[in-house]
DNA sequence: CCAATCGTCAACCAAATGGTTGAATATGGC
DNA sequence: GCCATATTCAACCATTTGGTTGACGATTGG
């Protein structure tokens, strides 16, 4: 029953599992490298981890005694278009989605993040 | 604490709400008529009303005894553009994009709530 | 005015969530 | 082989969530 937009959403629900999602932006990271800036314990971070992955939102590989945590855009981007649905019944909303369309369509587009 | 992007997070979580939200691109509802589809009570139906208006997703303006339902785009255009910043980092094939415009903007599409 | 309709409130319940701590399981380095 | 490092597991706890039912307050129609 429970959707993939259903784990999808829940998990983007929270701060801490957003921010953890910005920071992986940057670079691929591991989990204790992932839990330094956080004041919850590492195990607190780990059950976040799975929730994400569980998500489709981030994979995790591990390599040695290291686990390896790196986004996985798939889930994000049908929660994304399920959004975008919404934001064209209204003609205001076309001002983010024309930006969306531009940069996603333009061949050459700087895809780096802005943040 | 708990951002404008928790709360519109986790009321998309639940299957129920989006669908409540899919309802409501096609037009305004009252409460009731909101509840009819779904096999709940009208009770745990206004819950998720409530939900979704404290998440910004929804308005709700009460005419005599009856209670209007309309979406309220900001929330989600919030939500959408926190997104998009991780969509844009790779590359996108626009396939389920496009088949979800496909589906959602033609006029006769069905867009009765799924269980 | 009275009854029906619209919607919420209150109390309750089971299950899930986000956190803790302490022990356990790999793995790597020396 | 041993110890430190990396990560998860297990048990526990408080709070939130999504649902129920029954009573209640407004409003409308006849």
Chains 1, 2 share one sequence.
Not at 1 to 19: E, I
Not at 31 to 53: M, R, Y
Not at 94 to 109: K, M, Q, T, Y
Request: glycine letters at 4%; aromatic letters at 6%; proline letters at 5%.
């Amino acid at each position: 029953m429970s959707d993939r937009l259903d784990l999808a959403f829940a998990a983007l629900a929270d701060p801490t599992r957003r921010a953890i999602l910005t920071m992986l932006l940057e670079d691929d990271m591991a989990v204790t490298d992932v839990a330094e800036p956080f004041d919850i314990s590492l195990a607190a971070i780990s059950k976040h981890l799975t929730i994400l992955t569980r998500a489709g939102l981030i994979a995790q590989e591990k390599r040695g005694r290291v686990k390896w945590c790196k986004l996985e855009p798939d889930a994000l981007r049908a929660a994304s278009v399920w959004m975008q649905g919404f934001g064209q019944f209204e003609p205001v909303n076309l001002d983010a989605f024309e930006r969306f369309l531009e940069v996603e369509l333009s061949p050459e587009a700087d895809h780096s993040p802005q943040e």
